[in-house]
T-cell receptor, first 114, second 117 residues
């Protein structure tokens, strides 16, 4: 079945550091890929998405590129802020049309220190 | 604010009991999804409804059931509760495309935290 693997952390960085959170996936079809973020005590918010190979999703300074050859969708940000501290989830949808649930990784807890 | 609402925010109950969690999707969204988030299992898809009909099933236990009503709100019923059912339960809804098709972008509610004692 489908699966998503991501580093679990916690990942601790200083403010303004470069961030990479690795995500790799296994899927039978041609999935759409997502990054969601969960701030303490809140629900999941969609951060960015990509629907086909070589697409780059970006939002709020974060970006991720859909790499079919390495089945990866790594999240990057050039300069993190304390407000980026949260749990980040990589996810995929393998339904090709919106029917079916998302498959999530276990989440990466990111801590940014001032 | 995603526009998806869930009630209650917190629920504390005892083993063996039954509870109902409620979700209202974003205005205009026909599809509702339920997820369970626990420390040991992570985030798991439970079930999806589309316009009142069950559309996909994930790792949902037989003790759990759901339905979607004509006004599109959904309820998740959990019965014969066990300690291991303690978790955050999220509802999500998905945007319908311009030609009526579902897209795979889901918007999540704030969740209901269930504690089984």
């Amino acid at each position: 079945g489908d699966s998503v693997t991501q580093m679990e952390g916690p990942v601790t960085l200083s403010e303004e550091a470069f961030l990479t959170i690795n995500c790799t996936y296994t899927a039978t079809g041609y999935p759409s890929l997502f990054w969601y973020v969960q701030y303490p005590g809140e629900g999941l918010q969609l951060l960015l998405k990509a629907t086909k190979a070589d697409d780059k999703g970006s939002n709020k300074g974060f970006e991720a590129t859909y790499r079919k050859e390495t089945t990866s969708f790594h999240l990057e940000k050039g300069s993190v802020q304390v407000s980026d501290s949260a749990v980040y989830f990589c996810a995929l949808s393998d339904s090709g049309g919106g029917a079916d649930g998302l498959t999530f990784g276990k989440g990466t807890h990111l801590i940014i220190q001032p | 604010d995603s526009g998806v609402t869930q009630t209650p925010k917190h629920l504390i109950t005892a083993t063996g009991q039954r509870v109902t969690l409620r979700c209202s999707p974003r205005s205009g969204d026909l599809s509702v999804y339920w997820y369970q988030q626990s420390l040991d299992q992570g985030l798991q898809f439970l079930i999806q409804y589309y316009n009142g009909e069950e559309r996909a099933k994930g790792n949902i236990l037989e003790r759990f059931s759901a339905q979607q009503f004509p006004d599109l709100h959904s309820e998740l019923n959990l019965s014969s509760l066990e300690l291991g059912d303690s978790a955050l339960y999220f509802c999500a809804s998905s945007v319908e495309g311009t030609s009526g098709e579902l897209t795979d972008t889901q918007y999540f509610g704030p969740g209901t935290r269930l504690t089984v004692l």
